[in-house]
């Protein structure tokens, strides 16, 4: 069939790959025209991955060992493992990278790739299983351009796709015909895919499991089974490529709290039955979303709707079955089986996976049980399955487009001119249905446009910068632990970001702004803490950290407070101006001594008495005696041990564990640090003794008496009664916002019930039945500025006191205050008296 | 597309010999031919009459809801009364703005539907929707049965034509007559057999048309310009060119014969002198400009209303569709026709000022068989020994998905027009506080003279003639001068006038007039209504009932 095309296989291939890029061209209308200066899909996203891609291109030739040691998010280790490593297409985009040294470019030339290859990848698969042109055409463009895919233009990693139907093609030559050539690329496209994405790693995996599974079912004969055995070495080889590529997600997994998703998280991007109506806004059709479709668009993760062309095509490439004359590949039983058959299979696949844990509020052992097996653990989004019922989608409707034109007939010509006009009709209403067009394109400074700072930074050597002020934060409840980054518009953040990101790709020094996946400690930390710049503090913090440059941005502040900032950035000790670029002014820290670990005065504080069979919370208490900041960038957990003698001296539990080390203790500051025993001895009198193996804080070792009895503890109902205390009134805090270590309180347990603390969860929200100290800001009028809390640093005992650092946000509007301290019980509530402090916040110039 | 060129060579419908068997029953016994005909053709007929059905219903959920219609279409309604008294005059002035054509088939729906007022807007939505059968016919006689159904299902569910059928007012018939000449032409230009009476039909369809409104003519022209073209050709003689002429032109004859009687002259039409006199102050977009618009099927500004642009989806696929029968050596002579009655019928009207996408009316059926002659997959035939049935089915799963989201995902288009064009008019020149004011007045006012500001709608509902304050439209004459309103309407026995405004203040629609409010003085109040808005396109209303002292 389709001898119309009487080309040679290039001219052929030249021909497809022409009309498919001319059909991405249009979808994707007007990119084509900004494709040196514009995006789709907004400042978030896209730039992350204009980022990603041309660190790759520019490291993977250069400095490969330091390919994941990208220049974001300083001090932070192995940041490009927060987000997909996007290899493969740093690589491809390299030539475009170091030819045009436009960033925007290259992310463009990938997007383009993305199109036209998948949609040709698709192309050959499909003329492989049917030896239909014409269904690889419809196969190629609902793969490559469906609305999911286009919804997804925002994730560059998700419309990447274009080796997986490669990897099929060869992977089914081979089972057909063996040869090591088609071995070998099954091999490259596998790893290819692999690199590109790690979603593309589970679907391949998927996708070639099934075929060999499936086709395993069906062998009978020797030789068959032989290249199956193949099959499984090929896979393994695939594996040793990628495993390489794994270790620094692994290093950071293990050092890192929180690198996984939760099931909760999950849950909130599994798809739902209606995703299945949702409709992209760009589309012509569906555009303005009438009932009962749902609304979508670009960057949306949940528009499922297929359309119902590739519908009706993939239920004719099913059901539509060979008839006496029907001598065509198409209708061939094996092809039906082994094509048609097993992507309806890997449809479903996706189908029940892209529901996530849950299927109608039913649990799905599809994904659970290899997401428990810790398979799934680095998706966030099940719904981006729906790449794999897309792909099975795509080759049903290209069998039933191959069907249909098959079967068309004329009375005068006998059939096969027919079938390619019917073919290219499906073609013309498939596209025509799904057609997007006029999407909106976001314009990006290039070359010349590019703020001048970014390339005087170029010239600078090696130096770290940050980028400032920050978007504004609103309260993380909790300051003294492993905060939470809450931006009161967090798009407006993330574009902030990652306009930082984009412009560093004109400098590529290090800095400490950026966004990816994963947000690590300190950068959360900074950033909350960079609120308050230009303070003392944040300039001892920046200090500490060796930054050299802060780049002042005066179109970010609020308007009114513009004669404040500048008042302040020049006359805060540390911070000298060095150019003015206009809208933007660059300042540098001047650099200073730091802490250092013998500076700090370390004392160790748990609980006179615990319960036998629960965690142990135990705290340091770590006081910065110096006049200088202290310092850490070290992110690996430090060790410590923890045993228990008893009173004739003999040692009857030994635990070890580890603890998070001090990031940031300013001069004469007290921080907590929390240490967890998971294990406790039997009732009894012991004295524990903490360890601390070396590390950060040095070789410590600390002996605390502890007595281990059935005493109630704050899980469970008990009568709470506490006071908290404090030694005076606080000074001024001498500038508003940021973070300040505004007094130390005393709490004291006086009822009967042991104190539980520090029971955080993984949204680092401290669980039912912690305890806590409430700190309420409230001015003249009573509003409050916000709720917020300090962890108690151990589980405190009855009638025992224990101090507790008061790490606090101050308001962002100097003034007279309240602050308010009180005893909480989460899950329940208030207790204890409420202590009041009168609190000032001088404004700057005070 | 020339690579299809020879793909599909042009078949002959039937053998020779059954041709020639039909070239000599006359046309009346070969349709009880057809009609008797056993077999397949009996579920496509019920399936275009399921698709009628669903057409009227879809248009009259529309109509329903509309309670206020524009002034053509109190015209239109006023008109139709007068005509049973063979008079054709509103406000007791006679007519030479609308044709009466709509107003002859508004008696006639009259004849089965009780009240005027709902016989004219059901006869535009019977008509509109009686545009299915053509349709699916033109479809059925140029590609397949399967095209024809799709083409009749898009033509249904279309946002243009629904929306502006819900109103009483003469596009659908237009369209209907526009389609069944269309039909007609394509039928004696499909059967070569010579014989003429498809083209007679043709022209009398299309006279008719003229004498609904002026764009029959534009439908006249497309078929003069093949005519010439088959002339030329010598496919016809000049005797029939003229047989065509005198049938296609005897209605309107009929009407500039009235008018030369009425008037003095054949060539009487308010269109004339808006066309000459138009304000160029609303003409913000040029003609090339409305070309353009037009084209896309986007409305035109600033009179325009619709937002869309190109969410109208029948609009990709009817062109795409059009494209593949010009593509399509078999299809190309009747591509060019509908590619020609689209541009007539459509974009052409970019030569009038005025803008609308209500003008595009009877440009949606080629649009819908262009969509139909794609969607519909015509060449592909299906036969129990070749094809198997299996395929037939999927094909037309694939007519009625398709047909199905272009009718849904039309719906916004459809609202917005109608919301846009029909439902706004509750607040316009009074709307439904001038409709209320005008019943009351109807009741209660005896035989008492009424003058207003609200033009032809007060005398459809008082059922008798109202005069004119001032000229109305440009081209009805005042009855009663403005500036000399108390003394004019004094002479004239008016006791009631009925005046408009948005705002609740006696003054405002004195001011409307640019009258000052001293007059007040000398009118006494007799009620005023208030219609507050009950949608977003609306803001309240009121209406005003003054008595005239008696001079």
């Given at each position: 069939?389709?001898?119309?095309f009487?080309?040679?296989?290039?001219?052929?291939?030249?021909?497809?790959?022409?009309?498919?890029?001319?059909?991405?061209?249009?979808?994707?209308?007007?990119?084509?025209?900004?494709?040196?200066?514009?995006?789709?899909?907004?400042?978030?996203?896209?730039?992350?991955?204009?980022?990603?891609?041309?660190?790759?291109?520019?490291?993977?030739?250069?400095?490969?060992?330091?390919?994941?040691?990208?220049?974001i998010?300083?001090?932070s280790?192995?940041?490009?493992?927060?987000?997909?490593?996007?290899l493969?297409?740093?690589?491809?985009?390299?030539?475009?990278?170091?030819?045009?040294?436009?960033?925007?470019?290259?992310?463009?030339?990938?997007?383009?790739?993305?199109?036209?290859?998948?949609?040709?990848?698709?192309?050959?698969?499909?003329?492989?299983?049917?030896?239909?042109?014409?269904?690889?055409?419809?196969?190629?463009?609902?793969?490559?351009?469906?609305?999911?895919?286009?919804?997804?233009?925002?994730?560059?990693?998700?419309?990447?796709?274009?080796?997986?139907?490669?990897?099929?093609?060869?992977?089914?030559?081979?089972?057909?015909?063996?040869?090591?050539?088609?071995a070998?690329?099954?091999?490259?496209?596998?790893?290819?895919?692999?690199?590109?994405?790690?979603?593309?790693?589970?679907?391949?995996?998927?996708?070639?499991?099934?075929?060999?599974?499936?086709?395993?079912?069906?062998?009978?004969?020797?030789?068959?089974?032989?290249?199956?055995?193949?099959?499984?070495?090929?896979?393994?080889?695939?594996?040793?490529?990628i495993?390489?590529?794994?270790?620094?997600?692994?290093?950071a997994?293990?050092?890192?709290?929180?690198?996984?998703?939760s099931?909760?998280?999950v849950?909130?991007?599994?798809?739902?039955?209606?995703?299945?109506?949702?409709?992209?806004?760009?589309?012509?059709?569906?555009?303005?979303?009438?009932?009962?479709?749902?609304?979508?668009?670009?960057?949306?993760?949940?528009?499922?709707?297929?359309?119902?062309?590739?519908?009706?095509?993939?239920?004719?490439?099913?059901?539509?079955?060979?008839?006496?004359d029907d001598?065509?590949?198409?209708?061939?039983?094996?092809?039906?089986?082994?094509?048609?058959?097993?992507?309806?299979?890997?449809?479903?696949?996706?189908?029940?996976?892209?529901y996530?844990?849950?299927?109608?509020?039913?649990?799905?052992?599809?994904?659970?049980?290899?997401?428990?097996?810790?398979?799934?653990?680095?998706?966030?989004?099940?719904?981006?399955?729906?790449?794999?019922?897309?792909?099975?989608?795509?080759?049903?409707?290209?069998?039933?487009?191959?069907?249909?034109?098959?079967?068309?007939?004329?009375?005068?010509?006998?059939?096969?001119?027919?079938?390619?006009?019917?073919?290219?009709?499906?073609?013309?209403?498939?596209?025509?249905?799904?057609?997007?067009?006029?999407?909106?394109?976001?314009?990006?400074?290039?070359?010349?446009?590019v703020?001048?700072?970014?390339?005087?930074?170029r010239g600078?050597?090696?130096?770290?910068?940050?980028e400032?002020?920050?978007?504004?934060?609103?309260?993380?409840?909790?300051?003294?632990?492993?905060?939470?980054?809450?931006?009161?518009?967090?798009?407006?953040?993330?574009?902030?970001?990652?306009?930082?990101?984009?412009?560093?790709?004109?400098?590529?020094?290090?800095?400490?702004?950026?966004?990816?996946?994963?947000?690590?400690?300190?950068?959360?930390?900074i950033?909350?803490?960079?609120?308050?710049?230009?303070?003392?503090?944040?300039?001892?913090?920046?200090?500490?950290?060796?930054?050299?440059?802060?780049?002042?941005?005066?179109?970010?502040?609020?308007?009114?407070?513009?004669?404040?900032y500048?008042?302040?950035?020049?006359?805060?000790?540390?911070?000298?101006?060095?150019?003015?670029?206009?809208?933007?002014?660059?300042?540098?820290?001047?650099?200073?001594?730091?802490?250092?670990?013998?500076?700090?005065?370390?004392?160790?504080?748990?609980?006179?008495?615990?319960?036998?069979?629960?965690?142990l919370?135990?705290?340091?208490?770590?006081?910065?005696?110096?006049?200088?900041?202290?310092?850490?960038?070290?992110?690996?957990?430090?060790?410590?041990?923890?045993?228990?003698?008893?009173?004739?001296?003999?040692?009857?539990?030994?635990?070890?564990?580890?603890?998070?080390?001090?990031?940031?203790i300013?001069?004469?500051?007290?921080?907590?640090?929390?240490?967890?025993?998971?294990?406790?001895?039997?009732?009894?009198?012991?004295?524990?003794?903490?360890?601390?193996?070396?590390?950060?804080?040095?070789?410590?070792?600390?002996?605390?008496?502890?007595?281990?009895?059935?005493?109630?503890?704050?899980?469970?109902?008990?009568?709470?009664?506490?006071?908290?205390?404090?030694?005076?009134?606080?000074?001024?805090?001498?500038?508003?916002?940021?973070?300040?270590?505004?007094?130390?309180?005393?709490?004291?347990?006086?009822?009967?019930?042991?104190?539980?603390?520090?029971l955080?969860?993984?949204?680092?929200?401290?669980?039912?039945?912690?305890?806590?100290?409430?700190?309420?800001?409230?001015?003249?009028?009573?509003?409050?500025?916000?709720?917020?809390?300090?962890?108690?640093?151990?589980?405190?005992?009855?009638?025992?006191?224990?101090?507790?650092?008061?790490?606090?946000?101050?308001?962002?509007?100097?003034?007279?205050?309240?602050?308010?301290?009180?005893?909480?019980?989460?899950?329940?509530?208030?207790?204890?008296?409420?202590?009041h402090?009168?609190?000032?916040?001088?404004?700057?110039?005070? | 597309?020339?690579?299809?060129?020879?793909?599909?060579?042009?078949?002959?419908?039937?053998?020779?010999?059954?041709?020639?068997?039909?070239?000599?029953?006359?046309?009346?016994?070969?349709?009880k031919?057809?009609?008797a005909?056993?077999?397949?053709?009996?579920?496509?007929?019920?399936?275009?009459?399921?698709?009628?059905?669903?057409?009227?219903?879809?248009?009259?959920?529309?109509?329903?809801?509309?309670?206020i219609?524009?002034?053509?279409s109190?015209?239109?309604?006023?008109?139709?009364?007068?005509?049973?008294?063979?008079?054709?005059?509103?406000?007791?002035?006679?007519?030479?703005?609308?044709?009466?054509?709509?107003p002859?088939?508004?008696?006639?729906?009259?004849?089965?539907?009780?009240?005027?007022?709902?016989?004219?807007?059901?006869?535009?939505?019977?008509?509109?929707?009686?545009?299915?059968?053509?349709?699916?016919?033109?479809?059925?006689?140029?590609?397949?049965?399967?095209a024809?159904?799709?083409?009749?299902?898009?033509?249904?569910?279309?946002?243009?034509?629904?929306?502006?059928?819900?109103?009483?007012?003469?596009?659908?018939?237009?369209?209907?007559?526009?389609?069944?000449?269309?039909?007609?032409?394509?039928?004696?230009?499909?059967?070569?057999?010579?014989?003429?009476?498809?083209?007679?039909?043709?022209?009398?369809?299309?006279?008719?048309?003229?004498?609904?409104?002026?764009?029959?003519?534009?439908?006249?022209?497309?078929?003069?310009?093949f005519?010439?073209?088959?002339?030329?050709?010598?496919?016809?003689?000049?005797?029939?060119?003229?047989?065509?002429?005198?049938?296609?032109?005897?209605?309107?004859?009929?009407?500039?014969?009235?008018?030369l009687?009425?008037?003095?002259?054949?060539?009487?039409?308010?269109?004339?002198?808006?066309?000459?006199?138009?304000?160029?102050?609303?003409?913000?977009?040029?003609?090339?400009?409305?070309?353009?618009?037009?084209?896309?099927?986007?409305?035109?500004?600033?009179?325009?209303?619709?937002?869309?642009?190109?969410?109208?989806?029948?609009?990709?696929?009817?062109?795409?569709?059009?494209?593949?029968?010009?593509?399509?050596k078999?299809?190309?002579?009747?591509?060019?026709?509908?590619?020609?009655w689209?541009?007539?019928l459509?974009?052409?009207?970019?030569?009038?000022?005025?803008?609308?996408?209500?003008?595009?009316?009877?440009?949606?059926?080629?649009?819908?068989?262009?969509?139909?002659?794609?969607?519909?997959?015509p060449?592909?035939?299906?036969?129990?020994?070749?094809?198997?049935?299996?395929?037939?089915?999927?094909?037309?799963?694939?007519?009625?998905?398709?047909?199905?989201?272009?009718?849904?995902?039309?719906?916004?288009?459809?609202?917005?027009?109608?919301?846009?064009?029909?439902?706004s008019?509750?607040?316009?020149?009074?709307?439904?506080?001038a409709?209320?004011?005008?019943?009351?007045?109807?009741?209660?006012?005896?035989?008492a003279?009424?003058?207003?500001?609200?033009?032809?709608?007060?005398?459809?509902?008082l059922?008798?003639?109202?005069?004119?304050?001032?000229?109305?439209?440009?081209?009805e004459?005042?009855?009663?001068?403005?500036?000399?309103?108390?003394?004019?309407?004094?002479?004239?026995?008016?006791?009631?006038?009925?005046?408009?405004s948005?705002?609740?203040?006696?003054?405002?629609?004195?001011?409307?007039?640019?009258?000052?409010?001293?007059?007040?003085?000398?009118?006494?109040?007799?009620?005023?209504?208030?219609?507050?808005?009950?949608?977003?396109?609306?803001?309240?209303?009121?209406?005003?009932?003054?008595?005239?002292?008696?001079?």
């Amino acid at each position: 069939m389709d001898e119309w095309f009487r080309w040679s296989k290039k001219k052929e291939y030249l021909a497809v790959l022409v009309f498919f890029f001319l059909a991405a061209v249009l979808f994707t209308w007007p990119l084509i025209l900004h494709v040196h200066d514009g995006i789709i899909g907004g400042h978030g996203d896209p730039l992350l991955n204009t980022w990603i891609v041309n660190w790759d291109a520019r490291t993977v030739f250069t400095h490969p060992t330091q390919l994941f040691q990208g220049n974001i998010m300083y001090p932070s280790r192995d940041v490009l493992a927060y987000s997909e490593h996007l290899l493969t297409l740093g690589v491809i985009a390299a030539p475009m990278y170091f030819v045009t040294r436009n960033p925007i470019i290259s992310y463009n030339f990938l997007v383009f790739f993305a199109f036209v290859f998948s949609a040709f990848g698709c192309y050959l698969l499909i003329k492989e299983l049917t030896g239909s042109r014409l269904g690889g055409v419809v196969a190629g463009i609902f793969f490559a351009l469906c609305p999911y895919k286009i919804s997804q233009l925002s994730h560059l990693q998700m419309v990447f796709s274009p080796f997986l139907p490669f990897m099929l093609l060869y992977l089914y030559r081979f089972l057909k015909r063996g040869g090591k050539r088609n071995a070998i690329l099954f091999v490259v496209f596998f790893a290819a895919q692999s690199l590109a994405n790690w979603h593309y790693l589970i679907y391949c995996a998927i996708a070639a499991a099934l075929l060999w599974i499936w086709v395993a079912i069906f062998t009978r004969q020797k030789n068959d089974w032989k290249r199956l055995g193949w099959v499984v070495i090929a896979g393994i080889v695939a594996m040793l490529i990628i495993i390489p590529f794994t270790i620094p997600y692994l290093r950071a997994h293990s050092r890192l709290p929180g690198f996984e998703r939760s099931i909760q998280e999950v849950e909130l991007y599994a798809a739902k039955g209606d995703d299945y109506e949702r409709v992209l806004d760009v589309s012509v059709v569906y555009g303005d979303t009438p009932s009962p479709f749902k609304a979508g668009g670009i960057g949306y993760e949940n528009v499922l709707y297929p359309g119902v062309v590739i519908l009706i095509l993939a239920l004719a490439g099913l059901l539509l079955r060979r008839r006496k004359d029907d001598d065509l590949m198409v209708f061939d039983s094996v092809s039906f089986r082994e094509g048609a058959v097993y992507f309806l299979i890997l449809g479903v696949v996706g189908l029940l996976l892209a529901y996530g844990p849950k299927i109608a509020g039913h649990y799905n052992p599809f994904y659970m049980i290899p997401y428990r097996l810790g398979l799934l653990k680095f998706i966030r989004v099940p719904t981006r399955f729906f790449v794999l019922i897309a792909l099975g989608l795509a080759v049903l409707g290209g069998y039933g487009t191959a069907k249909l034109a098959a079967r068309s007939y004329s009375s005068r010509n006998g059939g096969w001119r027919i079938g390619q006009l019917t073919g290219l009709a499906i073609i013309a209403i498939l596209i025509l249905e799904i057609l997007t067009f006029n999407i909106t394109i976001h314009l990006i400074p290039t070359g010349r446009d590019v703020p001048e700072v970014y390339n005087w930074l170029r010239g600078r050597g090696d130096v770290r910068m940050i980028e400032l002020p920050t978007e504004p934060l609103a309260g993380a409840d909790i300051y003294d632990r492993d905060l939470r980054l809450n931006p009161v518009n967090i798009l407006d953040f993330l574009y902030r970001e990652g306009d930082s990101m984009y412009f560093s790709t004109y400098h590529w020094k290090t800095m400490v702004n950026g966004y990816s996946g994963y947000s690590p400690f300190f950068y959360r930390r900074i950033m909350t803490e960079m609120q308050g710049f230009p303070s003392q503090r944040t300039i001892d913090l920046l200090r500490g950290l060796n930054v050299d440059y802060v780049l002042w941005d005066w179109s970010w502040p609020e308007k009114n407070r513009l004669e404040e900032y500048d008042m302040r950035l020049f006359s805060t000790p540390g911070l000298s101006l060095v150019q003015d670029f206009g809208g933007k002014s660059v300042f540098r820290v001047e650099p200073g001594a730091v802490a250092t670990a013998e500076d700090i005065q370390l004392s160790a504080v748990a609980p006179s008495a615990a319960r036998p069979g629960q965690p142990l919370h135990l705290g340091l208490l770590a006081n910065n005696t110096s006049d200088n900041p202290m310092i850490s960038i070290e992110e690996e957990p430090q060790d410590f041990s923890l045993s228990f003698m008893d009173a004739s001296g003999n040692t009857v539990l030994v635990e070890k564990d580890t603890y998070r080390p001090p990031f940031f203790i300013d001069r004469g500051e007290t921080i907590s640090l929390s240490l967890t025993g998971d294990k406790v001895p039997p009732p009894g009198a012991y004295t524990a003794r903490l360890q601390l193996e070396g590390g950060v804080l040095g070789p410590r070792s600390f002996d605390l008496p502890i007595e281990i009895g059935d005493i109630p503890d704050s899980k469970g109902p008990a009568a709470m009664r506490g006071n908290v205390t404090v030694i005076g009134q606080p000074l001024p805090i001498p500038a508003p916002d940021g973070l300040y270590p505004v007094t130390t309180a005393t709490v004291t347990n006086i009822g009967d019930t042991l104190w539980l603390s520090l029971l955080q969860d993984e949204s680092y929200n401290l669980r039912a039945g912690s305890v806590h100290l409430s700190l309420k800001w409230s001015d003249a009028s009573g509003a409050i500025w916000e709720d917020q809390g300090c962890t108690i640093p151990c589980d405190v005992a009855p009638g025992q006191s224990i101090d507790v650092p008061v790490l606090t946000r101050p308001p962002n509007v100097p003034g007279d205050y309240s602050l308010d301290l009180r005893l909480f019980l989460d899950g329940t509530g208030y207790f204890g008296e409420t202590l009041h402090l009168n609190v000032q916040v001088l404004a700057p110039r005070e | 597309m020339d690579m299809t060129e020879d793909l599909l060579e042009r078949e002959p419908d039937a053998p020779s010999e059954e041709r020639c068997a039909g070239c000599r029953l006359s046309p009346w016994i070969r349709i009880k031919t057809a009609i008797a005909a056993p077999g397949i053709k009996w579920p496509w007929a019920i399936a275009v009459f399921l698709i009628f059905v669903a057409a009227v219903l879809w248009r009259w959920h529309f109509a329903r809801g509309a309670k206020i219609y524009t002034y053509d279409s109190y015209y239109y309604m006023g008109l139709a009364r007068s005509l049973r008294h063979f008079d054709y005059s509103v406000a007791g002035h006679q007519h030479f703005k609308f044709m009466p054509m709509y107003p002859i088939g508004i008696n006639l729906v009259n004849l089965f539907v009780p009240g005027l007022e709902t016989a004219a807007k059901f006869g535009n939505v019977l008509f509109t929707s009686a545009c299915v059968i053509p349709i699916y016919a033109i479809g059925t006689l140029l590609f397949d049965r399967r095209a024809g159904l799709a083409a009749a299902g898009l033509f249904a569910f279309e946002p243009i034509t629904t929306a502006w059928s819900a109103v009483p007012m003469s596009d659908g018939l237009l369209a209907l007559l526009i389609a069944l000449g269309a039909f007609f032409f394509l039928k004696w230009m499909k059967e070569d057999n010579g014989r003429f009476v498809y083209l007679y039909l043709s022209g009398a369809a299309g006279g008719l048309a003229l004498a609904t409104r002026w764009e029959g003519a534009l439908f006249l022209l497309l078929v003069g310009f093949f005519l010439l073209y088959f002339w030329w050709k010598g496919r016809l003689r000049f005797r029939n060119l003229l047989i065509f002429s005198v049938i296609a032109l005897v209605p309107f004859g009929l009407y500039a014969i009235r008018n030369l009687v009425v008037f003095g002259t054949p060539f009487k039409s308010a269109y004339l002198e808006e066309f000459r006199n138009h304000p160029k102050v609303f003409e913000q977009m040029g003609p090339l400009g409305r070309f353009g618009r037009y084209l896309m099927f986007s409305d035109v500004r600033p009179l325009g209303i619709s937002k869309h642009y190109y969410h109208y989806a029948y609009l990709i696929f009817g062109y795409a569709g059009l494209a593949l029968t010009l593509a399509i050596k078999r299809y190309r002579r009747y591509g060019i026709f509908l590619v020609a009655w689209l541009f007539f019928l459509g974009p052409l009207h970019f030569i009038w000022w005025f803008g609308s996408v209500r003008f595009l009316f009877p440009a949606v059926a080629p649009l819908t068989l262009g969509a139909g002659a794609l969607i519909g997959l015509p060449w592909i035939k299906v036969e129990r020994e070749r094809t198997g049935l299996a395929i037939g089915v999927f094909l037309l799963a694939l007519v009625v998905a398709v047909v199905g989201v272009l009718a849904v995902t039309g719906r916004p288009m459809t609202n917005d027009i109608y919301n846009n064009g029909i439902i706004s008019l509750e607040d316009d020149v009074g709307g439904l506080a001038a409709r209320d004011a005008l019943l009351w007045l109807k009741d209660n006012a005896g035989d008492a003279g009424v003058a207003t500001s609200l033009g032809p709608m007060a005398s459809f509902y008082l059922n008798r003639d109202a005069y004119f304050i001032g000229e109305w439209q440009g081209f009805e004459p005042a009855d009663i001068n403005i500036d000399n309103l108390i003394p004019d309407a004094q002479s004239l026995g008016v006791r009631y006038i009925v005046l408009w405004s948005w705002e609740n203040d006696p003054a405002a629609p004195l001011s409307y007039l640019n009258l000052g409010p001293e007059l007040l003085s000398r009118l006494k109040l007799v009620s005023v209504w208030e219609a507050p808005p009950s949608n977003e396109f609306n803001r309240t209303v009121y209406a005003w009932i003054f008595e005239i002292p008696e001079g």
